[in-house]
């Protein structure tokens, strides 16, 4: 995707403003792969199986979590997995209501919900 950022970060939270072709578009750069959106900014994700998904992968959501975080949409990719329950408790246990579905849903959702101004983060796994 053109654009690409190297560093792999981008601070603040951006709607996505496009998806697919294995990546996604937001703030006006493209990323190749998967992404967590979080209150703090976009960064690389190296998950590209929802089986992967775990509380390692989600390290990040669970460092900003603290009030910042109260809902988490996990893009499982072109269908949807559902989430381990341990780590539903885990992300629980911190006051995150962890909400699984189908990578392009989450992103809309992602959207929606950041335009409300709601503290959310968003774990997508690119789709092909």
Excluded: C, Q
Excluded at 28 to 47: N, Q, T
Excluded at 51 to 65: G, T
């Amino acid at each position: 995707m053109a654009g690409e950022r190297a560093a792999g970060f981008i601070p603040g939270a951006h709607p996505i403003d496009a998806y697919g072709v294995g990546g996604f578009s937001f703030a006006g750069m493209s990323h190749r792969g998967s992404i967590l959106a979080l209150p703090s900014g976009i960064r690389a994700w190296d998950v590209a199986d929802p089986l992967r998904i775990d509380a390692a992968s989600l390290a990040p959501v669970f460092d900003e979590a603290e009030g910042a975080i109260e809902h988490l949409l996990v893009g499982t990719g072109t269908h949807f997995v559902p989430m381990a329950a341990a780590l539903r408790r885990a992300l629980r246990a911190r006051g995150i209501v962890g909400e699984p579905m189908a990578t392009g849903a989450a992103a809309r959702t992602y959207n929606i919900l950041l335009g409300e101004k709601r503290r959310v983060a968003a774990a997508l796994i690119a789709a092909p």
